[in-house]
T-cell receptor, first 110, second 114 residues
Framework: KQEVTQIPAALSVPEGENLVLNCSFT??????LQWFRQDPGKGLTSLLL?????REQTSGRLNASLDKSSGRSTLYIAASQPGDSATYLC?????????FGTGTSLTVIP | EAGVVQSPRYKIIEKKQPVAFWCNPI?????LYWYRQNLGQGPELLIR????????DSQLPKDRFSAERLKGVDSTLKIQPAELGDSAVYLC????????????FGPGTRLTVT
């Protein structure tokens, strides 16, 4: 069974700092990997989707990379803002299943 | 474009009572998912529909949970009877494609069983 791990569980940074969130998975046979953010009491908002044939995707200040062979993905956030404070989850699609990590809770301090 | 709609947003019930959640996916999305998310955890898939067919319900506790998507559009998830351990957020998501589609989530229903 696919296992998805996100480290660290929580991260606190000062505003303006660049940061990297990590996601690792145990089975490299995946269709895609998707990064989400979740605000307290809210559903998940899709940030970036990387297909298995892709190495990275970019949207604004966000850049996600995928290295299937090593079972790793990173989400890079440039010039962090207080509005980026949320929980970030990665989800791996393998076969017909989606496997989620437990998330990294990010706090950006003004 | 309207997003995934879920109702109710919050529900508090006593144990042993029934409860139902409703989801309307994004128009044109054939695939619909129901997830359960416990506090501090990632979502766990309960059931996945392709149109009106439940193609993956291996994680659905069938003794008390049921779901339907009769016309291949909106869907209902039911719990009867509810137990204390069912307290969680129930999320619905939809996707336009089978294998490579991006998932779009609704706001969820927070269930509290007392």
């Amino acid at each position: 069974k696919q296992e998805v791990t996100q480290i660290p569980a929580a991260l606190s940074v000062p505003e303006g700092e660049n940061l990297v969130l990590n996601c690792s998975f145990t089975d490299s046979a995946i269709y895609n990997l998707q990064w989400f953010r979740q605000d307290p009491g809210k559903g998940l908002t899709s940030l970036l989707l990387i297909q298995s044939s892709q190495r990275e995707q970019t949207s604004g200040r966000l850049n996600a990379s995928l290295d299937k062979s090593s079972g790793r993905s990173t989400l890079y956030i440039a010039a962090s803002q207080p509005g980026d404070s949320a929980t970030y989850l990665c989800a791996v699609r393998g076969g017909n299943q989606f496997y989620f990590g437990t998330g990294t809770s990010l706090t950006v301090i003004p | 474009e309207a997003g995934v709609v879920q109702s109710p947003r919050y529900k508090i019930i006593e144990k042993k009572q029934p409860v139902a959640f409703w989801c309307n996916p994004i128009s044109g999305h054939n695939t619909l998912y129901w997830y359960r998310q416990n506090l501090g955890q990632g979502p766990e898939l309960l059931i996945r529909y392709e149109n009106e067919e439940a193609v993956d319900d291996s994680q659905l506790p069938k003794d008390r949970f049921s779901a339907e998507r009769l016309k291949g559009v909106d869907s209902t998830l039911k719990i009867q009877p509810a137990e204390l351990g069912d307290s969680a957020v129930y999320l619905c998501a939809s996707s336009p494609e089978r294998a490579s589609g991006e998932q779009y989530f609704g706001p969820g229903t927070r269930l509290t069983v007392t």
